[in-house]
């Protein structure tokens, strides 16, 4: 069983999770607390609104810290007094349309706030596996179609995607420059995108955008209906960074390199026909296709994940059908207040675990 494998190395160990508010580090911090971790969350900033950090009341379950990564000594300060055996670096603005807007705070936060962290690491004097999430967004993209390799070249135009593949090659600098040679020290990249599942409510995202829209009985606008994605869900993505850290944690050879997460080509949807899927639970959703487009975005972008598969011995344990409902269901589930989202969630992610 999953569930096993997991509290085997995760029970009783204290895990520091960036960026935990979030909405991947939302469900990242449940299922910490399911398998019995001590957690510790860093995060800084306004939340979404609705806040499934807030729903699921998980600061009442943790130790959570206020603390902007961009702060290096009261970030080193609270590493250090915490002592984490495992840290999951999710925090970022992680917003495209947010990051073109405010392009400062978005180069500090990704890629400023990465280098604390692994400045901070080669500093410590106790033993530590780091897993630094970064995106699948961090690959130039030459809209190919055979998905990208974690050895293709890295860096895209615009702030976001940039400030990501900027943090990544800072992950790689600090390990061949300095970690590499440090016993206590173990990390590792984890790249992945295009996430569904109940409870994300960030700006300009797909689904998130279809359930406030039409939870209001408002119209839903499109901005490209033909842009194709490789959509998966959370659980298998957190599911995917936990893997990781386990094998990291096992297998010394693992060591400071990158890895894809993402699903098969079966799981390419074009966003007008994810659209469509998810309608299903608001029959009476309306839909308005957009053509002047706010700013660019890809319109194929797909990662090759067979090292994940042939090293990690991890994959999609959910077929695309399945993430779409699994999806729907919960924010239906939340919109019609009749039911304990903690313990609705707690469901999902059990059911998942076996």
């Known amino acids: 069983m999953v569930k096993n494998k997991i509290s085997k190395n995760f029970r009783g160990k204290k895990v520091l999770i960036t960026g935990h508010t979030g909405f991947k580090g939302t469900w990242l911090t449940l299922l910490m607390l399911i398998i019995g971790a001590k957690v ?27 603390i902007d990564i961009r702060n290096f000594e009261k970030l080193k300060k609270t590493i250090n007094q915490f002592r984490p055996n495992f840290i ?19 180069w500090t936060t990704n890629t400023l706030g990465t280098i604390n962290i692994l400045h901070i690491l080669n500093s410590i004097k106790f033993k530590v596996i780091t897993v630094f999430i ?44 300095f970690l590499k040679k440090n016993k206590n020290v173990k990390i590792a990249i984890a790249r992945a995108g295009n996430v569904i599942g109940g409870g994300d409510w960030s ?11 039409w939870s209001q009985k408002k119209i839903l606008k499109v901005r490209n209906p033909n842009s194709t994605r490789p959509w998966q869900h959370v659980f298998d993505i ?33 966003v007008i026909d994810l659209i469509k899927s998810i309608k299903k639970y608001w029959v009476n959703g ?26 990690l011995q991890w994959e999609p344990r959910l077929n695309l059908k399945d993430s779409i409902s699994l999806t729907g269901i919960w924010y239906k589930k939340f919109y019609e207040k009749k039911m304990n989202m903690y313990e609705f969630s707690l469901f999902q992610l059990k059911n998942y675990l076996k």
């Open 238 to 270: 957190i599911f995917g960074y936990v893997t990781l850290a386990i094998n990291l944690k096992a297998n010394k050879k693992i060591n400071g390199e990158s890895f894809n997460f993402g699903p098969s080509k079966s799981h390419n949807f074009k």
């Open 40 to 66: 510790m969350g860093v995060s800084y900033g306004k939340k979404t609104k609705p806040s499934l950090f807030k729903i699921l009341n998980l600061e009442k379950k943790i130790i959570h810290k206020n």
């Open 134 to 177: 970064t995106s699948d967004k961090v690959y130039k993209n030459l809209e190919l179609n055979r998905g990208y390799h974690e050895n293709d070249i890295l860096g895209d135009y615009d702030p976001y995607s940039a400030s990501k593949a900027s943090a990544d090659l800072a992950v790689q600098s600090y390990y061949k420059s």
């Open 286 to 311: 309306k839909i308005s296709i957009q053509k002047n487009k706010i700013f660019k975005e890809a319109n194929l972008l797909q990662l090759n994940s067979k090292k994940s598969y042939k090293v």
């Open 88 to 106: 999951f670096h999710l925090a970022a603005e992680a917003i495209v349309s947010r990051a073109y807007l405010n392009p400062l705070k978005t």
């Open 203 to 213: 700006l300009n995202r797909i689904i998130p955008d279809c359930v406030s829209k």
